[in-house]
């Protein structure tokens, strides 16, 4: 069942992250907005004395030139418009436009001030204006050099009060229109950020109540490659797996009842036949009593076992063995036993596996397979157990002949109650748990079963022990 949203709603989660990115934003547009402030008023003065100082040296050279053509400033101080037209020529030769703007200001004639060789203004302050001449900064005008004259002009700071005018104020009106558009941005993605996390999140908490309630069918829409699409995805698979394992846990405690049921139902039979007379009470009827009393014990054992396989209780007595013994010995010991159930047994067994196992666990492992491989193989048949040794530990080899599995159920042959044919009927072998069984105690070794198609035309059964490492056998048998 895909889940459905319900209408927007306020989310907590979203409000915060609003908040947070909304603040961090702003912040950042304020720490930004005062470093260029500070860095344009530095940069630009620096620009200005760089650029002044320029100027005022190509004034001076421009200067020298007309002095050394006229010989004397007489001529300027006739004609101040003369000044103002040299000043422009040396700033800005050729016919082009006047300048505009910062320019204009920065070449301004009334900030150059020239006194001729005597000290005597030509152009600009009186000589008794000595405030005004102390802040000037100059330069001597030389020619063959023979000082001619000097040069003042204004440093930067007395010029700051009109630049900041022109120039900073435009600089800091443009900053603040573009801090003002990445606050408006800030906040349209605060905004549009939070909602879309705050839907996905919202989806997710519901889905998690619903299953948490016991809705396993419960799904997340999965939906591009991000992080949260992934945790829709592992939140998938786990209401998956949850409402397999209550699928499975309901089919498990049928299937348990129903295995139960029968040898239950021949004890109550057998006894109220006892009580009404019909069958005697002998020998031969307590022997059957007693049967299906062992059944059931063995039915109660293994579903034990399997617990407390489940709950990692699995009581198995770790030590250093020779795997190729406790096989060996096993399969002779039902010799008689396969040769009754029609079967031919093949052997290739090498001297020593040595592995880290429990002895009992493993007999009951081998009879597992064993009681298996009788209850399912047609007769006359075959059994071919092979056991090697490789570098990533021991592997046998259990094959039998047919009949075989269809390969879309080799998988579920572990199954708990799981039989192929789907028939609880007991003469088409036990009670389903036994390779369940015998799985549980492989992972209890620490190593793998696996079931495939056999060649001799049955099934093949792969079981994977990981090696004893020699020293840990050196000290463990000294």
């Known amino acids: 069942m895909r889940l459905t949203l319900p209408r927007p709603a306020i989310s907590r989660l979203g409000i915060k992250l609003f908040a947070v990115i909304l603040v961090v934003n702003v912040a950042i547009s304020g720490l930004v907005f005062l470093a260029v402030s500070r860095s344009l008023d530095q940069g630009f003065l620096d620009y200005l004395d760089k650029t002044q100082t320029q100027r005022a040296e190509t004034l001076a050279a421009g200067l020298a030139e007309e002095w050394s053509r006229r010989g004397d400033w007489q001529w300027l101080r006739a004609s101040p418009r003369a000044w103002h037209r040299l000043v422009r020529h040396q700033l800005w030769p050729g016919a082009g436009p006047a300048p505009v703007g910062i320019e204009r200001q920065l070449g301004d004639p009334k900030d150059f001030v020239l006194h001729d060789a005597q000290g005597l203004p030509v152009i600009g302050l009186p000589p008794d204006d000595d405030e005004e001449a102390a802040t000037l900064r100059w330069l001597p005008i030389e020619h063959q050099g023979e000082r001619v004259g000097t040069l003042g002009y ?33 906040l349209l993605l605060a905004g549009g950020l939070s909602w879309w996390l705050g839907r996905r999140t919202r989806g997710m908490a ?51 009842a129903h295995e139960l049921r029968t040898p239950l139902a021949v004890l109550r039979g057998e006894i109220e036949a006892m009580q009404d007379g019909i069958r005697r009470l002998d020998h031969e009827s307590l022997h059957s009593l007693s049967q299906e009393v062992e059944q059931l014990e063995r039915l109660v054992a293994d579903l034990r076992l399997l617990s407390q396989s489940d709950a990692g209780a699995l009581e198995v007595q770790l030590a250093p063995l020779n795997l190729a013994d406790s096989l060996r010995q096993r399969l002779d010991e039902a010799s008689g036993w396969l040769d009754d159930s029609g079967l031919t047994l093949e052997c290739t067994i090498p001297e020593t596996a ?5 002895a009992s666990r493993l007999r009951q492992l081998w009879s597992n397979l064993l009681d298996n491989t009788c209850a399912y193989t047609r007769p006359p048949g075959r059994l071919r157990v092979s056991l090697e040794s490789t570098p990533d530990g021991v592997r046998i080899l259990w094959d039998d002949s047919a009949p075989g599995v269809p390969a879309a159920q080799l ?13 609880r009927s007991r003469a088409s072998g036990g009670s389903g748990l036994g390779l369940s069984i015998a799985t549980a105690l492989v992972k209890a070794h620490g190593g793998e079963m696996t079931a495939a198609a056999s060649p001799l035309g049955g099934l093949r059964w792969i079981l994977r022990f990981p090696p004893l490492d020699d020293i840990t056998l050196k000290e463990e048998t000294s």
């Open 354 to 358: 040595w592995v880290r196992g429990d």
């Open 411 to 423: 998988s579920r042959l572990t199954e708990r109650l799981y039989r192929v044919e789907g028939s």
């Open 206 to 256: 519901l889905a998690t109540r619903r299953l948490t309630e016991g809705d396993y069918g419960t799904r997340l829409p999965e939906h591009g490659r991000d992080e949260l699409s992934r945790l829709s995805r592992d939140f998938n698979v786990l209401a998956a797996t949850l409402e397999a394992s209550r699928e499975a846990r309901s089919r498990w405690v049928s299937d348990i």
């Open 154 to 186: 204004r440093p930067p700071e007395q010029l700051m009060a009109r630049m900041e005018r022109v120039f900073l104020s435009r600089q800091q009106r443009n900053l603040g229109i573009i801090i003002g558009a990445l606050g408006l941005a800030s």
